[in-house]
């Protein structure tokens, strides 16, 4: 009791010092929580923005397959099975095709990542419904802001790229740019380059093949034969952390 009386006395003998203390003391304080809750909140949103536009609530891999790893791309693919192709119809896996392309762009060329996906899908946010149909020797394609920023392109622009099919042989086509969308999740944006599904099977000599398979939010199915499947922990986590487990 004694030590409450003499803080007491002194906190009032302070006069203004003390006045001035609280309020630094609270400024602090409300400074202090106030950057926590955008830190915690950046945070949570870019989970959540990565689960809607690229890693969905799970995935399939191709065994042998890293997503951090470009150079096990080119043989990361396997066909579709009917079960497989019975949740795809379903609406509850989603499969992309993945390669490695060049894209020349006035005068300079730089590298990219096809994917090819299902124009009808649901299970992520990415607008692939504007990626229309091939019309005669045009096929379509959709790219990020990010990307169209760097390669200084636009709705309705064409690219060239060249990529090497399944038997190691170069082709080389042209891309209407049907869409440019705008993303918050870098690895879903920057680099990327959206087909139809089909179209790129039929580019790749892979029909009915793919590498990955996302899942959709209502997907309550287990274990596929011949598929790695890796978790929404996984997925979300740091690359930083990722390569520590696996050392």
């Known amino acids: ?5 003499l803080a007491f006395k002194n906190l009032v003998g302070a006069g203004l010092r003390t006045w001035l203390n609280v309020l630094a003391l609270s400024f602090a304080f409300v400074v202090i929580i106030f950057y926590n809750g955008i830190i915690d909140g950046w945070n949570r949103q870019s ?11 799970g995935q ?11 150079f096990t791309i080119r043989d990361s693919h396997q066909p579709l099975s009917k079960e497989v192709l019975a949740e795809v119809a379903k609406k509850n896996l989603v499969p992309v095709l993945l390669t490695q392309a060049t894209a020349y762009l006035r005068g300079h060329m730089t590298g990219v990542i096809l994917k090819g996906i299902d124009p009808s899908q649901t299970a992520l946010k990415l607008p692939s419904g504007a990626i229309r149909e091939s019309s005669g020797d045009t096929d379509y394609a959709i790219i990020g802001k990010r990307m169209a920023e760097t390669c200084k ?27 440019v969308f705008k993303c918050d999740v870098p690895l879903a944006d920057k680099g990327q380059v959206y087909l139809r599904l089909d179209v790129l099977q039929k580019m790749m000599g892979m029909e009915n093949e793919a590498t990955l398979l996302v899942t959709g939010k209502n997907y309550v199915g287990g274990e596929i034969n011949d598929w790695d499947f890796k978790d929404q922990t996984y997925l979300l986590a740091d690359m930083d952390k990722i390569i520590k487990t696996k050392k």
Do not use: C, H, V
């Open 60 to 70: 399939y891999w191709t065994p042998g397959y890293d997503r951090y790893d470009p």
């Open 47 to 57: 989970r959540t923005d990565t689960q809607e536009w690229e890693s969905g609530w």
């Open 153 to 179: 392109l636009k709705q309705g622009d064409r690219m060239l790229i060249r990529w090497r099919d399944r038997n190691g042989t170069f082709d080389a086509r042209e891309l209407e740019i049907a869409s």
């Open 1 to 5: 009791m004694l030590a409450f009386k």
